[in-house]
């Protein structure tokens, strides 16, 4: 199957500071991308959905000028947590689908805690 | 809008003994239904979709699920559980193109006894 790399696999950063994390398809061209987030023994909900080139898509509820998504090229879009606070604590997983895949593959997920 | 429910938050079974997990969605269109497994920090590997067509699905690690339409459900199956398929399960409904803006159910951990 294809494959999607999260980078980094854990952060941990001060209050008020931002922090950035990467999405890559690896071995093909992810058209488009979603942003998922999981608090502590609960499920994912879908934060928003980028495409390639264009502005992302938030899901009702999720703060746009907080969580920055770019989608530049077609193998990498990254996820801005601006000035980041304990409550942004979670743990945040990409998931990426290119024009040929009938699926989307997730990457491995990247653990933040804001201290 | 879709939503998915998983009743059984935590279900622990023997080894070797047989594994079903539920899963209910709501939607107005014909679904398509995955299910995901998922290890302690880890990201999500999918076990299995369900797109259109024969409606007991074949999946990896022996897994197989069934859609019943008239019962809006995709339980989840697995014969004979090993030690390794203690995880999380996750149960997913889509929308949009090949189903891929997913809405998760809430996920139901699965404990295996030796």
């Known amino acids: 199957g294809a494959v999607v790399s999260q980078h980094p696999s854990r952060v941990i950063c001060k209050s008020g500071t931002s922090v950035k994390i990467e999405c890559r398809s690896l071995?093909?061209?992810?058209?488009?991308m979603f942003w998922y987030r999981q608090f502590p023994k609960q499920s994912l909900m879908l934060m928003a959905t980028?495409?390639?080139?264009?502005?992302?898509?938030?899901e009702q509820g999720v703060e746009k000028d907080k969580f920055l998504i770019n989608h530049a090229s077609l193998t990498l879009s990254t996820l801005t947590v601006t000035s980041a606070h304990p409550e942004d604590s979670s743990f945040y997983i990409c998931?990426?689908?290119?024009?040929?895949?009938?699926?989307?593959?997730f990457g491995q997920g990247t653990r933040l805690t804001v201290v | 809008a879709q939503s998915v429910t998983q009743p059984d938050i935590h279900i622990t079974v023997s080894e070797g003994a047989s594994l079903e997990l539920r899963c209910n969605y709501s939607?107005?269109?014909?679904?398509?239904l995955f299910w995901y497994v998922q290890s302690p920090g880890q990201g999500l590997q999918l076990l299995l979709k369900?797109?259109?067509?024969?409606?007991l699905v074949q999946g990896i690690k022996g897994f197989e699920a069934e859609f019943k339409r008239s019962q809006s459900s995709f339980n989840l199956r697995k014969p004979s559980v090993h030690w390794s398929d203690a995880a999380e399960y996750f149960c997913?409904?889509?929308?949009?193109?090949?189903?891929?803006?997913?809405?998760f159910g809430g996920g139901t951990r699965v404990l295996v006894k030796p």
């Open positions: 998931s990426a689908r290119g024009r040929r895949n009938t699926e989307a593959f």
């Open positions: 071995d093909f061209q992810a058209t488009t």
């Open positions: 980028s495409n390639e080139g264009s502005k992302a898509t938030y």
């Open positions: 939607y107005g269109a014909t679904p398509y």
């Open positions: 369900y797109f259109s067509g024969d409606t």
């Open positions: 997913a409904v889509g929308a949009g193109a090949a189903g891929n803006k997913l809405t």
